[in-house]
């Protein structure tokens, strides 16, 4: 367990399943990452979901059955014996395959469109890497068919991945979006006119897709024309010293600032008066959920995902993923020359919000759970 937006997904179902009369356990395959020490309201979940590190694996070998390590979790389902077994990221998804409970219902999370779920083609010899997904996608399929497996897509697209990939399992596929337990970001926010810097904040892990060098180059842009801004981007990654580096060389660390893991996210979201996201590739969105539920407006690329979740002119902006740094920083000037088009389009993004509440989410899973 960590601070991505997965694990904080799972977290919010677990708990609200309990509250609902649910008993829920958590199994995780390898020790909680650094970030876990700033999850949001650990200790509640602590106190409420049973959460265990059991380890395992399944290792393949190109045209030879897997090695399977398998003992721990094999014995905790069997004393268990659970009514649903749901599975989260890809590794999660092998192992709860790997020993089948003829007496569970199976449900496969979509997070993302999974590489290692693409259909075989001519492409796939083109490396190793693919013609492994492949071997790896055969013997999961098998396990599919032997638990009547059923997928949960986050997303629009996901779900059109999914259904494209596996077209015998097109009618066990439950489209049904991420939520957030909004309670946690609402706040009694006052548009009242800025003084001092416009503050904005992006969270995301620092990876190549975030594109985080944009925002660089966006504030650049923004400075030279002489706005006063500062942005705080929170998150980890392999990026931090690259981007921190960069920054510094075009002299704005003293109004872009890169906090790493933090905790109390919605303080953050609080202190801000625009939320940016640059990620040119965006299976969902958990943060602008967070971000809107806030009463922020957004400003972001188009990263497929995310464009169930953007109403263009009423929640913020999107913007073409090859957009320039200029085109970005047009919008988030529009936000800071018209104070009353922020007010307007925040106060939709948190009413647009509440549809995706964790509450209404876990009672369109339960139903699912319930008919498929």
């Not at 609902?20 to 356990?25: L, R």
């Not at 590190?53 to 290792?59: D, R």
């Not at 909004?182 to 594109?211: P, W």
């Not at 925002?215 to 998150?235: A, N, P, R, S």
């Amino acid at each position: 367990m960590g601070c991505g937006g997965a694990e904080i997904l799972l977290g919010a179902i677990a708990r609200n399943l309990v509250k609902k009369g649910h008993e829920v356990h958590i199994l995780c395959l390898s020790p909680h990452h650094t970030t876990w020490s700033h999850y949001p309201e650990r200790d509640a979940l602590l106190n409420e979901v049973s959460i265990s590190v059991i380890g395992g694996s399944v290792q393949f070998r190109l045209l030879r059955q897997p090695k399977i390590y398998n003992a721990a979790y094999r014995n905790y389902v069997e004393k268990l014996k659970p009514d649903i077994i749901h599975s989260h990221l890809y590794l999660s998804e092998l192992l709860s395959r790997s020993y089948i409970l003829t007496t569970s219902k199976y449900f496969s999370h979509g997070h993302d469109n999974m590489p290692q779920l693409k259909a075989f083609g001519l492409s796939t010899f083109k490396s190793k890497k693919l013609l492994a997904n492949a071997w790896e996608r055969f013997w999961l399929l098998k396990q599919y068919n032997l638990c009547n497996n059923n997928f949960i897509a986050i997303s629009k697209n996901v779900q059109a991945y999914l259904a494209k990939e596996l077209p015998a399992f097109s009618h066990k596929i439950s489209y049904l979006p991420n939520a957030i337990d909004t309670n946690m970001f609402t706040t009694d926010r006052k548009y009242e006119k800025v003084q001092g810097a416009f503050h904005m904040v992006s969270i995301a892990n620092l990876v190549a897709k975030k594109n985080h060098s944009l925002l660089i180059e966006v504030m650049q842009v923004l400075l030279e024309k002489g706005y006063d801004v500062t942005m705080e981007v929170l998150g980890m990654g392999p990026l931090m010293e690259e981007l921190v580096a960069k920054t510094k060389s075009k002299g704005l660390e003293n109004h872009l600032f890169f906090r790493g893991s933090v905790g109390n996210i919605p303080q953050k979201l609080w202190n801000a008066h625009l939320y940016v996201h640059s990620a040119w590739y965006e299976p969902f969105g958990l943060v602008l959920l967070e971000a809107m539920a806030s009463g922020l407006p957004l400003v972001a690329l188009d990263g497929i995902g995310n464009r169930e979740l953007m109403k263009e002119n009423q929640n913020g902006f999107m913007i073409p993923t090859k957009a320039s740094a200029e085109e970005f920083a047009s919008k988030i000037a529009y936000f800071i020359d018209n104070p009353d088009e922020l007010e307007r389009m925040g106060k939709f993004a948190r009413e647009f919000s509440m549809e995706y509440d964790i509450d209404h989410y876990t009672d369109r899973l339960l139903d699912i759970y319930q008919n498929k």
